[in-house]
T-cell receptor, first 113, second 111 residues
Framework: NAGVMQNPRHLVRRRGQEARLRCSPM?????VYWYRQLPEEGLKFMVY????????ESGMPKERFSAEFPKEGPSILRIQQVVRGDSAAYFC???????????FGPGTRLTVL | SQQGEEDPQALSIQEGENATMNCSYK?????LQWYRQNSGRGLVHLIL?????REKHSGRLRVTLDTSKKSSSLLITASRAADTASYFC???????????FGGGTRLMVKP
């Protein structure tokens, strides 16, 4: 059973461009969580999704950020018009239910020039 | 402010010694999880302890939970150089099980 997959692992964007981060959960996991980690800090929750539904997006900035988890395919975290402050590591985690441990992917390190 | 706070922020020990890291939190929780992160890498899940549990073991790891004090501790026995990493506690406190992470303890085990 492959673990949580994220791609790309590294992403460089110029200010104003769009960043698309992908997450494929573990097989059988329908709960997906996105977190952001700034250098030397812990992870901060962004958004929680189940198939086709956003359950909680309380940690996601109201503008420029969006997330989806379609019926088929990976979960996508989309950042429009990126700014330097968006530079961070973005981690996706999946879980088979809302009461079990979360398994994390390797992360996507976004650098905004 | 963060739900979970680790203490100490940094810990340096010799190989073979035990390492103890503490975590405090503020609100009632469903469960508390400990993760390890090597520099520049993803998180590895270590242990999940539920709010009705007091202690759990996994290999050289021992986790305790005191809900009355809203605190947890992670003990790594007989540490190895390979245990060098950052250790995070994360609390899940609502129905969605979203995790709130502390700032981590950076552990260095010297050979």
């Amino acid at each position: 059973n492959a673990g949580v997959m994220q791609n790309p692992r590294h992403l460089v964007r110029r200010r104003g461009q769009e960043a698309r981060l992908r997450c494929s959960p573990m097989k059988g996991h329908s709960h997906v969580y996105w977190y952001r980690q700034l250098p030397e800090e812990g992870l901060k929750f962004m958004v929680y999704l189940q198939k086709e539904n956003i359950i909680d997006e309380s940690g996601m900035p109201k503008e420029r950020f969006s997330a989806e988890f379609p019926k088929e395919g990976p979960s996508i975290l989309r950042i429009q018009q990126v700014v330097r402050g968006d530079s961070a590591a973005y981690f996706c985690a999946s879980s088979p239910s809302a009461v079990n441990e979360q398994f994390f992917g390797p992360g996507t390190r976004l650098t905004v020039l | 402010s963060q739900q979970g706070e680790e203490d100490p922020q940094a810990l340096s020990i010799q190989e073979g010694e035990n390492a103890t890291m503490n975590c405090s939190y503020k609100t009632s929780i469903n469960n508390l999880q400990w993760y390890r992160q090597n520099s520049g890498r993803g998180l590895v899940h270590l242990i999940l302890i539920r709010s009705n549990e007091r202690e759990k073991h996994s290999g050289r790891l021992r986790v305790t939970l005191d809900t009355s004090k809203k605190s947890s501790s992670l003990l790594i026995t007989a540490s190895r150089a390979a245990d060098t990493a950052s250790y995070f506690c994360a609390t899940a406190y609502n129905a969605g099980n979203m995790l709130t992470f502390g700032g981590g303890t950076r552990l260095m085990v010297k050979p």
